[in-house]
């Protein structure tokens, strides 16, 4: 069994061959895939898909961060109404939420504002959160540090930062997501997996971006968590059914799955 705690296959990336990644999903073992929506102009589509297999999709619903400008008040406000969480099945957590700093840092300030707002409501709500975070580990470490944190528990999507920083994560009860990057040349999440716990990480593709190897370049989906969790394996030395089974394990109990 495989969790993908991480894709955005309702994008218009998969409007020609949607079915058919679904069923690739599941011929490798995938067994439930976890949707996190962007802004008010996902919705509809993330709920169409959610709709469609209930036994297999799961939602987050929040606001993210590069989607945070100068009409953020109404835009939150609208994500966090009845009536949208109404349309949405298996809400599971609020995501995907966080800071982005890479491209363009002109509404640091409304980010942070943001991230706050969605941190006090899953907390309130007692729903774990996906964390995006880009080129701003420290601004996001600042929220969390200054706010009440009892009992708000979540992910670190896409992990890129280093060991330090993996076990600052691990030590807040928060869980570290692996995607594709963990097979790049390159990146140094090898070092930070073999020495973070396994019980502390989750799979996920993050698709349609950031295709593992061998698809690098490409576009990503839900069936390439199989890589992931290969190479997983290979880089702990750990069975790959064992890999599997442990993160699944964690998803669901992070996102407290059926
Ligand atoms: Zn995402």
Known sequence: MLIDTHSHIYSEE??????????????VGVSHIVLPNIDMSSIERLSALAH??????????????????????TELNDIFTDATFALLPNVV???????????????????KEVLDFQL???????????????NAFAQIIDVMSARDRSGLIGVFHCFSEDYKSAKCVVDMGFYIGVGGVLTYKKSILPDVVSKIPLTSILLETDSPYLAPVPHRGKRNEPSFVACVAEKLSQIIG?????????????????FDLI
């Open 14 to 27: 998969f409007d020609a061959d949607r079915a058919e990644t679904i069923a690739r999903a599941k011929t």
């Open 52 to 73: 469609s297999d209930t036994n297999f999709f799961y939602v987050a619903n929040g606001l993210h961060p590069t989607s945070v400008n100068a009409n953020y008040k």
């Open 93 to 111: 957590a609020i995501g995907e939420i966080g800071m982005d700093l890479y491209w363009d840092d002109t509404y640091q300030k409304e980010q």
């Open 120 to 134: 006090e409501y899953a907390r309130e709500k007692k729903l774990p959160v996906i964390i995006h975070c880009r």
């Open 238 to 254: 750990r069975d790959y059914d064992d890999v599997c089974d442990v993160t699944s394990a964690n998803a669901k109990k992070l």
